[in-house]
């Protein structure tokens, strides 16, 4: 799969964390910044990797700020764009399944790192349903 990541200063460490954990399973990633813990302003990177998301260039996004918030809410900007924040496996599960997300948006404050990759995996490895969730899509 092939991936576009990015986050800000909040959630630099774990970027750099998943970043490694998707290449060990033989992901491709681009990592679109940012480049150390100095502040910076998250809008910026959320709008790099959806737009990426956005023209296909990816098969999905993954944001990560202090809480997941921020990211989640700049993300959503953009009308090809359905951001899901997920701070556990079974938010990541229902968010492909029910909301076909193509962004996953993580909190490095409010989520355990151990808990972060079983996230991530969730997020990955679920399909969207399509039925009854498909019409609702629509309405988006």
């Known amino acids: 799969m092939k991936i576009a990541i990015a986050s800000d200063h ?3 460490h774990y970027k750099e964390i998943i970043v490694a954990y998707l290449k060990a399973l033989g992901h491709v990633t681009q990592d679109f910044g940012c480049d150390s813990d100095a502040s910076v302003d998250y809008p910026d990177y959320a709008h790099l990797v959806c737009n990426e998301v956005a023209d296909q260039g990816f098969d999905c996004g993954i944001l990560i700020c ?25 938010t990541a599960q229902l968010t492909r399944q029910h909301n076909d997300a193509n962004v996953l948006c993580l909190g490095a404050r409010v989520t355990d790192i151990n808990n972060i990759k079983s996230i991530v995996d969730a997020f990955l490895d679920t399909d969207f349903e399509g039925g009854r969730h498909e019409k609702r899509l629509k309405k988006f």
């Open 66 to 90: 202090g809480t997941g918030i921020g990211m989640s809410m700049a993300a959503n900007r953009n009308p090809k764009i359905r951001a899901g924040l997920c701070k556990d496996v079974e």
């Open 10 to 12: 909040g959630g630099y």
